[in-house]
């Protein structure tokens, strides 16, 4: 049984990565503070022979493992390859002494893309894959990384994607919906209902939604799908106004898409419903300042990371490379750093399913997470609440998983 370290990076561990971060994986941290890994013997040594590499590497380590960026995908798939090769080197250089090789590859964000990348990286001797970024470029990296017995570490939000052998380490629709609806009902929230794009995303929400409020012990008023097209919110107005019909049997109104919260709280007050005890519940969409900034929505509830390891990480990115990165940027620099520290701690076993689904977790920089074995992920999220002017957090995010969850 693996063990948490709960520390976070000490100073001998890396040259930056301490100025304030709870940097990196459990395991990566083990492996700075003292590994709790004994049972697997040794390190790895440098196999004989290994093939050629092609195209860009960042590292030197004996241990390969591929980064799938679309590179060629143009325009803000560009952009956010260039972001993640950019953070994968910031992590390298606070990890003093990592043992890894980053092979870098193209994959133009594509399911062929995709699979040719994974089949390059693995004959060039890659025993993980961080990345793809987008879902169709996962798939196509995954099949070919199943057949070869190669995990993979995706940053796609499309849970179709994944499966054994396939995490996801991005923010999972799931993650947001168990959190905001566990953190309501211990508030007294029994009734709820949900307003919700007719679309795939509504879709996820609707099922993680309705599994969520009967583990609570709640019952669901109401549901309301709409459609939106363009700037026509003609259907949001009609569903809201059903749902304002019946506000005195509600305690709470989850909508997860934040670009149209505002004129939903404000369609809802109209209606006659009084937000001050009927709450509105959001999703992590709701962390931009069109959101936090919207006077209808002042004491709304909605789920998300702590936001102080991010920070700390784009002053650093942007300090070195000039620009802010965007929010997900942090995916890169925790993949690079799981990567880095299990070879550090696991020994041989490093990427094993048994030490990637570890239910104890990992630390990065939005928190502690976990990888389930279905390929999906559990995280660590806190509650925040709008105050018209930004957001204060209600209910901070746990610093690591309960025993036995």
């Known amino acids: 049984m693996l063990r948490i370290v709960k520390d976070t990076f000490r100073a001998a561990c890396g040259r930056r990565a301490v100025q304030g971060l709870a940097l990196g994986a459990s ?17 790895p040594s440098t196999p004989a022979g290994q093939p050629a590499v092609s195209g860009q590497t960042i590292g030197t380590g004996s241990v390969r493992v591929a980064m799938l960026l679309p590179m060629s995908g143009g325009g803000s798939a560009t952009s956010i390859a260039t972001v993640f090769r950019n953070t994968a080197e910031l992590a390298l250089s606070d990890f003093q002494g990592a043992d890894i090789q980053i092979l870098v590859k193209d994959t133009g964000g594509t399911a062929q893309g995709g699979q040719a990348a994974a089949q390059a990286a693995i004959a060039e001797g890659a025993e993980l894959i961080i990345g793809p ?38 923010f999972l629709p799931r993650s947001d919906v168990a959190r905001i609806v566990s953190y309501a009902a211990r508030q007294g929230k029994r009734s709820f209902a949900a307003l919700l794009p007719d679309d795939t995303y509504g879709a996820v929400v609707e099922a ?27 259907d949001i107005a009609a569903k809201a106004g059903r749902i304002a019909a019946n506000a005195a049997q509600i305690d709470a109104i989850f909508v997860p898409a934040g670009n149209v919260a505002p004129f939903v ?34 004491g709304a509830w ?74 999906g992920n559990q995280r660590g999220l806190a509650i925040y609440e709008v105050t018209g002017s930004g957001s204060r957090v209600v209910s901070p995010a746990p610093r690591a998983f309960g025993s036995g969850s």
């Open 302 to 375: 909605y789920p998300g990371p702590d936001s102080a390891g991010f920070q700390a990480f784009a002053d650093r990115y942007r300090s070195t490379y000039g620009s802010q990165p965007p929010r997900n940027a942090s995916l890169a620099y925790d993949a690079t750093i799981l990567a880095a520290g299990l070879v550090r701690s696991a020994g041989q076993a490093r990427f094993s399913e048994r030490v990637l689904t570890n239910r104890d977790g990992f630390l990065g920089i939005d928190g502690v997470f976990r990888f389930e074995r279905d390929g």
């Open 133 to 170: 970024v987008f879902a169709p470029a996962v798939g196509g990296a995954g099949s070919a990384a199943r057949s070869a017995g190669v995990p993979v570490v995706a940053f796609s939000s499309d849970e179709s994607v994944a499966s054994r052998g396939v995490y996801l380490l991005s």
């Open 265 to 298: 709280a404000q369609t809802l007050t109209t209606g006659g419903v009084n937000l001050a005890t009927t709450r509105l519940l959001g999703s992590g969409q709701w962390e931009t300042p069109q959101v936090l900034n919207a006077a209808p929505l002042t």
């Open 208 to 234: 993680a939604f309705r599994q969520e409020v009967g583990r609570a012990g709640g019952r669901i008023v109401s549901i309301e799908r709409y459609a939106l097209q363009g700037n026509d919110t003609s």
């Open 27 to 43: 395991m990566a941290l083990a492996g700075c503070s003292g590994s709790s890994l004994g049972e697997y013997p040794g390190y």
